[in-house]
């Protein structure tokens, strides 16, 4: 078999081995049924035990209650910022802005009604998390909604906002499923698949059902959360062969131990690459304000661009690839998802210490 490389890429991102092997041998023909998952009709029995499995996969993997119901839909993370006002906003919102993808939120949000930025650490170029104490909450906004993990500027949550009892949203696109989260504190989860999740195609959406009454029979078909929850995601097409990997990939997850499991590893790992930058003196500097810092995508800067360019040239030549920063802020970002293998942060600091010694 050819060799794999270290993928750093942020999305479409890393896929666990297992799961491409195990798609690769119902590629051709679908558990001996003769035809691959993507030739098949999205009605038929053998698709809708996918699409129910997956779902069932998932609900364990978060015990997720019968009170949510859970959407496979299409568009992107990047329909839900406008799906979620569309829906669920009744007049006014609460947003926290930690970054570029909270604003591209903001932006569809104020479309639909009068938002309030709850927080804004734009300022200080969104190299941290606001502090609780910071929160600008209104108590009759609609809901509040944030951004757990900021892809590109590599800061987390690491606890959601307490919003009282005001229905709590939140992107969860490059960090979903990277540790077990209370799903009882949030009304509405969304994520696009492609990060940690499963191929591009699919957009998750978990959505506690007394929401779906917000949802106006006004609003486009496609755009109604509410026939999508009563279709069981099966109102249209739905992403079907991105679906099946996602489920996929849900079984890994429980196979791995589930996400108590993969939260450890996913703190051993980001603490092997934080902690030897940390000891480089500022060779290797993290953008990120310490706290903050996000276990799914590893920011930092080299003394200068040259010798980040350089450092981007020689890794992609040894096999580790996706290690240039968004092109909004330059520098450098190791995403290092769920399936992305511990010993490729061992191998890429080991690269690193020899190019510090060099340079
Ligand atoms: N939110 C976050 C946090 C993201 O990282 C991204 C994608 N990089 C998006 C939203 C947009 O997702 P999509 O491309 O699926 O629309």
């Known amino acids: 078999m050819e060799k794999r490389i270290y993928n750093f890429s942020a999305g479409p991102a890393v896929l666990p081995e297992e799961v491409l092997l195990e798609a690769q041998k119902?590629?051709?023909?679908?558990?001996?049924?003769?035809?691959?998952v993507m030739e098949m009709s999205h009605r038929?029995?053998?698709?809708?035990?996918?699409?129910?499995?997956?779902?069932?996969?998932?609900?364990?993997?978060?015990?997720?209650?019968?009170?949510?119901?859970?959407?496979f839909l299409q568009g992107g993370a990047t329909l839900q910022f406008s799906m979620v006002p569309l829906n669920i906003m009744q007049s006014k919102a609460d947003y926290i802005v930690t970054g570029s993808w909270s604003k591209k939120a903001v932006k569809e949000a104020k479309r639909v009604g009068t938002v309030n930025i709850a927080a804004s650490t734009e300022s200080e170029n969104f190299i941290r998390i606001p502090k609780q104490e910071e929160l600008k909450l209104d108590p009759e906004a609609s809901y509040v909604h944030f951004t757990s993990n900021n892809t590109i500027f590599?800061?987390?949550?690491?606890?959601?906002?307490?919003?009282?009892?005001?229905?709590?949203?939140?992107?969860?696109?490059s960090d979903m499923l990277h540790k077990k989260i209370d799903i009882n504190k949030y009304a509405l989860i969304y994520a696009g698949a492609?990060?940690?999740?499963?191929?591009?195609?699919?957009?998750?959406?978990?959505?506690?059902?007394?929401?779906?009454?917000?949802?106006?029979?006004?609003?486009?078909?496609?755009?109604?959360?509410?026939?999508?929850?009563?279709?069981?995601?099966?109102?249209?097409?739905?992403?079907?062969?991105?679906?099946?990997?996602?489920?996929?990939?849900?079984?890994?997850?429980?196979?791995?131990?589930?996400?108590d499991k993969m939260y450890e590893r996913n703190l051993a790992k980001a603490n092997v690459l934080y902690d030897y930058m940390?000891?480089?003196?500022?060779?290797?500097?993290?953008t990120a304000a310490k706290e903050d810092r996000s276990l799914m995508n590893v920011t930092f800067r080299l003394?200068?661009?040259?010798?980040?360019?350089?450092?981007?040239?020689?890794?992609?030549?040894?096999?580790?690839?996706?290690?240039?920063?968004?092109?909004?802020?330059?520098?450098?970002?190791?995403?290092?998802?769920?399936?992305?293998?511990?010993?490729?942060?061992?191998?890429?600091?080991?690269?690193?210490k020899d190019f510090k010694a060099k340079n």
């Open 194 to 259: 492609q990060k940690n999740m499963g191929p591009s195609g699919s957009t998750l959406v978990i959505v506690r059902k007394d929401l779906l009454e917000r949802s106006s029979d006004d609003l486009h078909t496609y755009l109604n959360y509410k026939i999508h929850a009563e279709k069981e995601s099966l109102y249209n097409t739905p992403p079907t062969f991105s679906v099946y990997i996602m489920g996929l990939v849900f079984k890994w997850l429980l196979n791995m131990g589930g996400l």
């Open 303 to 352: 003394p200068n661009e040259d010798l980040e360019k350089k450092l981007i040239a020689e890794a992609t030549e040894k096999g580790f690839i996706g290690l240039k920063g968004h092109r909004s802020v330059g520098g450098l970002r190791a995403s290092i998802y769920n399936a992305f293998p511990s010993k490729g942060v061992d191998d890429l600091v080991e690269f690193m």
């Open 154 to 173: 590599g800061t987390q949550f690491h606890n959601e906002p307490e919003v009282g009892n005001v229905p709590l949203v939140c992107d969860t696109s």
């Open 278 to 286: 940390d000891s480089t003196d500022g060779f290797y500097k993290g």
């Open 26 to 36: 119902d590629f051709y023909s679908y558990k001996g049924q003769g035809l691959s």
């Open 44 to 71: 038929s029995k053998t698709y809708d035990n996918i699409i129910k499995e997956a779902e069932a996969d998932l609900r364990k993997l978060l015990d997720i209650g019968d009170n949510y119901s859970v959407l």
